[in-house]
């Protein structure tokens, strides 16, 4: 494909895609029951969840799986929109104080007027993952900033935002709603095409980057394919409640999961599993591991 990105170069752009790939790094692991179940799933839910989507149980075990893998991504990708403003010009990516630091010695025009030539900026995937106690610390490091150096500007950019903006940052502080011309919100757009001078710079990103993944994907050898057993799992489990209806050994084999030592279910523990001093739960995992696939 044409690269039309000004701003980062395609070799440099596939290095930040493929080390943000790699980041997944144990993510990527196959799930088997024993990793399903680390944080102990709640059976309840996923038997509701379940019966009131209307969808089968490979499906239902099949999100949680994602879920749980989707979980831990969030701040892969907060690294994927940090990270990359470490090939703009003018940027740096410290390793801590502040998320992203650009530096413009020709001048940065801002909103309400003012030229200044540093910005300092905090990064959030979305708008609303900061509690008012984080916002009103976070305000307060961006006071001192400015305090400190009169020739600058600090911006809390976020990756989701409500719309596309650069607005004054209102927000409460001892209770108060503060707010300051140089302490400014602003969506990821807006943020690019203040380092770019491109106003659509960061919609060219998102145009490259689907293909940009696929390619690294495809020659990278180090990226494995997950193969989950934990719906084969379940089912070897179930096989011993062989007795109730195919829905309610699946049922049981969930709720083994959650219950094995609880009152009722821990009287329907089958020979299968023995009778060692073992937890009920580490005694299910290695039956599984030593049954055959059941289909």
């Not at 989507?53 to 499906?59: D, M």
């Not at 900061?130 to 150096?149: F, P, R, V, W």
Request: aromatic letters at 10%; charged letters at 25%; one cysteine or more.
């Amino acid at each position: 494909m044409d690269w039309n990105l000004n701003f980062i170069s395609e070799e440099d752009f596939k290095k930040h895609v493929r080390a943000t790939i790699m980041k997944y790094g144990e993510k990527l692991e196959s799930y088997d029951l024993r990793r399903f179940n680390s944080n102990l799933i709640d059976p309840i839910k996923l038997i509701f969840d379940k019966s009131v989507y209307c969808t089968s149980w490979e499906e239902i075990v099949n999100n949680e799986i994602f879920r749980q893998r989707d979980k831990s991504n969030n701040n892969d990708i907060g690294y994927f929109h940090q990270n990359i403003f470490s090939y703009f010009n003018g940027c740096e990516v410290p390793q801590a104080g502040w998320d992203v630091i650009y530096k413009n010695p020709n001048g940065i025009q801002m909103p309400d007027g003012d030229i200044v030539h540093t910005l300092y900026v905090e990064m959030k995937n979305k708008h609303n993952t900061m509690n008012s106690a984080s916002s009103a610390k976070t305000y307060i490091k961006m006071q001192g900033q400015i305090l400190e150096d009169d020739d600058c500007a600090c911006l809390l950019v976020e990756a989701i935002a409500k719309k596309s903006q650069n607005i004054k940052w209102t927000t409460k502080v001892d209770g108060k709603n503060v707010q300051h011309r140089l302490i400014r919100r602003v969506s990821m757009d807006q943020f690019y095409a203040i380092l770019t001078g491109e106003e659509n710079a960061f919609y060219k990103m998102c145009m490259v980057l689907p293909q940009t993944i696929k390619e690294v994907v495809n020659e990278e050898s180090g990226v494995k394919v997950p193969h989950d057993t934990v719906i084969e799992d379940l089912r070897k489990v179930a096989v011993l409640y062989c007795e109730k209806d195919d829905e309610l050994a699946m049922a049981m084999a969930v709720y083994m999961l959650g219950f094995s030592t609880y009152m009722g279910f821990n009287d329907t523990v089958q020979p299968e599993l023995g009778t060692g001093k073992d937890e009920m739960l580490k005694r299910i995992y290695e039956y599984v591991e030593r049954a055959p696939i059941n289909r």
